[in-house]
């Protein structure tokens, strides 16, 4: 959601800063501002409404004699309108303080009625600046930035991380996280924060994840990290495994388009090290211990979103080769129903960020009732793998655009192997089918490249289509979830109604939605997975077309069944039936990001929405 970049070293702060924020545009927002230490030794901040080129025109305009410490900030409204004066950073300390926020303060409302009868007057509708103006308050008192910043989190509820300058201390930045992301990136004579290690790749690859309910202070020379009451703590150092050029458009038109063509790449990745002769083995899952598995009983995964389509199609596979029940279920459903989990339970979180608040709170609480947890995700030194009992990261390399693409094809990959691996613990499947499984898996990363190749074809369909109002897409078994999320993708990028249905459940009402010209896709089973499927999905075609619908198949090479009823056929190669989402989803993600290009749309920031929903 919001993002946060902090800065103290040798270099303009403002650039860095600058740099920070703008590397983490993808997380999406709607005001940016900094606070800077300037080189007269005033600390001076700069903040408006809009995209990032708002803020640097200002600054352009009304240039800052900066310093070599400073704070950056993109806001996502939560508390207040998107206007210049609720933009961060807010003041305290009679405006010697500045402070930045990520998350919400829960009990905002109790103490901003302290403080307004304390005298305190307020400049905007948030919750943050109740934060700047209490750390300013007990700053006045304790005339130490940390020890202010710690006193203040103890009255705080929610979710948040804070940064905090003071002109005071001019060569320092202080932060706090509480289910919120920091990362502090270490350099040499210059030290670095932010919400993701994008922030500061350009700079630097060592990095520090800040565990939770701690604080953070840094200095050009030191890094201190220390627990909530104070305490300090020892943090493991990690590298990032990705440069400062992997999240840049490198030539592409937009990230998406690239990002959908790193596809192979990063399914490979995903693959790599843990398919050897014939099988599957996740090193990552080795402290677990076999046993443990051996006594799962049932598997529930939770997620949001397109991770939760992802886990809707792993369902499928994990149920065939593990031959354990398995649910999925929305993270935000799932704590507050009572859930029936216990020690014989796996919860499994997919989430490409490891920060989605209502996964992350949805694993806290299965782990609170003795089930074993773990994370599909694609950033290193994220919570969600820090607070499970084991993670199997994608490494599927930055995903800047919003809509995710390269993500859900690796989360499907991640979740697939979790389900090999299993199988091959258990002995539920011998050791000639793993290996032809790994065989497909292995292939697949081709298999998209072709599809991927032939994007010119669904790019001609979608600009044909610009004036579409109403698209619907159709699905059985595993192609049931891709038509949620062609469905999905279309409603993200191109802001028009589509609806994603089980193919089964067309006569029991969405039939009356039928009407002529209406466009929809349909993804065809193999019927070499299932002739009586496939049937049934051609029988879905002839009733749609009877009623003057356009229908857009997505077939197998060689399925000759759709072509007299299917309007458009857009081919995916021969592959085995639960691989075939992998190339089931391509086309209609470069149907919804061309059709929104068409309509003349921002296909990597779509309105609304935030690449990291860290906020429940």
Same mark, same amino acid.
């Given at each position: 959601?919001?993002?946060?970049?902090?800065?103290?070293?040798?270099?303009?702060?403002?650039?860095?800063?600058?740099?920070?924020?703008?590397?983490?545009?993808?997380?999406?927002?709607?005001?940016?501002?900094?606070?800077?230490?300037?080189?007269?030794?005033?600390?001076?901040?700069?903040?408006?409404?809009?995209?990032?080129?708002?803020?640097?025109?200002?600054?352009?305009?009304?240039?800052?004699?900066?310093?070599?410490?400073?704070?950056?900030?993109?806001?996502?409204?939560?508390?207040?309108?998107?206007?210049?004066?609720?933009?961060?950073?807010?003041?305290?300390?009679?405006?010697?303080?500045?402070?930045?926020?990520?998350?919400?303060?829960?009990?905002?409302?109790?103490?901003?009625?302290?403080?307004?009868?304390?005298?305190?007057?307020?400049?905007?509708?948030?919750?943050?600046?109740?934060?700047?103006?209490?750390?300013?308050?007990?700053?006045?008192?304790?005339?130490?930035?940390?020890?202010?910043?710690?006193?203040?989190?103890?009255?705080?509820?929610?979710?948040?991380?804070?940064?905090?300058?003071?002109?005071?201390?001019?060569?320092?930045?202080?932060?706090?996280?509480?289910?919120?992301?920091?990362?502090?990136?270490?350099?040499?004579?210059?030290?670095?924060?932010?919400?993701?290690?994008?922030?500061?790749?350009?700079?630097?690859?060592?990095?520090?994840?800040?565990?939770?309910?701690?604080?953070?202070?840094?200095?050009?020379?030191?890094?201190?990290?220390?627990?909530?009451?104070?305490?300090?703590?020892?943090?493991?150092?990690?590298?990032?495994?990705?440069?400062?050029?992997?999240?840049?458009?490198?030539?592409?038109?937009?990230?998406?388009?690239?990002?959908?063509?790193?596809? @192979? =790449?990063?399914? $490979?990745? /995903? +693959?790599?090290?843990? #398919?050897?002769?014939?099988?599957?083995?996740?090193?990552? !899952?080795? *402290?677990?211990?076999?046993?443990?598995?051996?006594?799962?009983?049932?598997?529930?995964?939770?997620?949001?979103?397109?991770?939760?389509?992802?886990?809707?199609?792993?369902?499928?596979?994990?149920?065939?080769?593990?031959?354990?029940?398995?649910?999925?279920?929305?993270?935000?459903?799932?704590?507050?129903?009572? @859930? =029936?989990?216990? $020690?014989? /339970? +796996?919860?499994?979180? #997919?989430?490409?960020?490891?920060?989605?608040?209502?996964? !992350?709170? *949805?694993?806290?609480?299965?782990?609170?009732?003795?089930?074993?947890?773990?994370?599909?995700?694609?950033?290193?030194?994220?919570?969600?793998?820090?607070?499970?009992?084991?993670?199997?990261?994608?490494?599927?390399?930055?995903?800047?655009?919003?809509?995710?693409?390269?993500?859900?094809?690796?989360?499907?990959?991640?979740?697939?192997?979790?389900?090999?691996?299993?199988?091959? #613990?258990?002995?539920?499947?011998?050791?000639?089918?793993?290996?032809?499984?790994?065989?497909?898996?292995?292939?697949?990363?081709?298999?998209?490249?072709?599809?991927?190749?032939?994007?010119?074809?669904?790019?001609?369909?979608?600009?044909?289509?610009?004036?579409?109002?109403?698209?619907?897409?159709?699905?059985?078994?595993?192609?049931?979830?891709?038509?949620?999320?062609?469905?999905?993708?279309?409603?993200?990028?191109?802001?028009?109604?589509?609806?994603?249905?089980?193919?089964?459940?067309?006569?029991?009402?969405?039939?009356?939605?039928?009407?002529?010209?209406?466009?929809?896709?349909?993804?065809?089973?193999?019927?070499?997975?299932?002739?009586?499927?496939?049937?049934?999905?051609?029988?879905?075609?002839?009733?749609?077309?009877?009623?003057?619908?356009?229908?857009?198949?997505?077939?197998?090479?060689?399925?000759?069944?759709?072509?007299?009823?299917?309007?458009?056929?857009?081919?995916?190669?021969?592959?085995?039936?639960?691989?075939?989402?992998?190339?089931?989803?391509?086309?209609?993600?470069?149907?919804?990001?061309?059709?929104?290009?068409?309509?003349?749309?921002?296909?990597?920031?779509?309105?609304?929405?935030?690449?990291?929903?860290?906020?429940?």
């Amino acid at each position: 959601m919001c993002g946060i970049v902090g800065y103290v070293g040798h270099r303009s702060s403002i650039d860095v800063v600058l740099g920070g924020l703008r590397r983490l545009e993808y997380r999406g927002y709607d005001s940016a501002g900094v606070a800077v230490m300037c080189g007269d030794g005033v600390l001076r901040t700069s903040k408006k409404a809009g995209k990032l080129g708002v803020l640097e025109a200002e600054l352009a305009a009304h240039p800052l004699s900066v310093g070599g410490t400073g704070i950056g900030h993109t806001r996502w409204a939560t508390h207040g309108g998107p206007t210049d004066a609720n933009a961060h950073p807010h003041l305290g300390d009679q405006g010697r303080l500045a402070l930045i926020h990520n998350g919400i303060i829960e009990n905002f409302a109790e103490l901003r009625a302290e403080l307004v009868a304390a005298g305190d007057t307020f400049t905007s509708e948030t919750d943050t600046e109740v934060a700047a103006l209490m750390v300013g308050r007990l700053y006045h008192e304790t005339g130490d930035l940390r020890e202010a910043l710690r006193r203040c989190v103890a009255r705080f509820e929610g979710a948040y991380t804070f940064l905090a300058v003071h002109e005071a201390e001019p060569g320092r930045v202080v932060g706090a996280r509480r289910n919120s992301p920091l990362v502090v990136g270490l350099g040499d004579g210059e030290n670095f924060l932010g919400s993701d290690v994008a922030a500061f790749v350009e700079y630097t690859q060592r990095a520090i994840a800040l565990g939770q309910d701690q604080i953070v202070d840094i200095t050009a020379t030191s890094v201190t990290v220390s627990d909530f009451d104070g305490r300090e703590v020892v943090a493991e150092p990690f590298r990032v495994a990705w440069e400062a050029g992997a999240a840049d458009k490198g030539g592409w038109s937009s990230f998406m388009r690239k990002e959908v063509s790193e596809q @192979p =790449v990063a399914v $490979a990745n /995903t +693959l790599l090290g843990r #398919v050897n002769d014939g099988d599957v083995a996740i090193p990552e !899952l080795t *402290a677990l211990g076999d046993d443990l598995l051996r006594g799962i009983h049932r598997i529930v995964i939770i997620a949001c979103g397109t991770a939760a389509y992802a886990g809707m199609v792993a369902k499928y596979a994990l149920e065939s080769w593990v031959r354990v029940p398995v649910e999925v279920e929305l993270s935000h459903e799932f704590r507050y129903r009572s @859930p =029936v989990i216990n $020690a014989d /339970t +796996l919860v499994v979180s #997919v989430s490409q960020s490891g920060e989605t608040m209502d996964t !992350l709170m *949805a694993v806290k609480h299965a782990r609170a009732q003795g089930a074993t947890t773990i994370s599909v995700c694609n950033t290193q030194g994220a919570t969600i793998p820090r607070e499970s009992d084991a993670a199997i990261y994608t490494h599927a390399g930055p995903e800047v655009a919003v809509a995710s693409t390269k993500g859900f094809v690796t989360q499907i990959a991640a979740l697939y192997l979790l389900g090999l691996h299993l199988a091959r #613990v258990r002995g539920t499947l011998s050791s000639s089918e793993r290996e032809h499984l790994t065989v497909e898996l292995l292939a697949v990363p081709d298999k998209i490249a072709v599809v991927t190749s032939e994007a010119e074809r669904v790019a001609q369909l979608a600009r044909w289509m610009a004036d579409t109002r109403s698209v619907l897409f159709l699905g059985r078994h595993v192609g049931y979830p891709i038509a949620l999320e062609g469905a999905l993708k279309l409603k993200e990028l191109a802001y028009i109604h589509a609806e994603g249905f089980a193919a089964g459940e067309l006569k029991h009402g969405p039939i009356a939605l039928i009407e002529p010209g209406l466009p929809v896709f349909v993804v065809v089973p193999s019927p070499r997975g299932s002739s009586v499927l496939h049937s049934k999905v051609v029988s879905n075609i002839q009733e749609i077309r009877a009623r003057g619908a356009r229908v857009i198949a997505i077939a197998e090479a060689g399925d000759a069944a759709v072509l007299p009823y299917a309007d458009e056929v857009l081919r995916i190669p021969l592959a085995d039936p639960l691989c075939e989402p992998f190339m089931q989803v391509v086309p209609l993600q470069i149907f919804a990001l061309e059709l929104a290009h068409a309509k003349g749309l921002d296909v990597d920031q779509p309105r609304n929405l935030a690449k990291s929903v860290t906020v429940e």
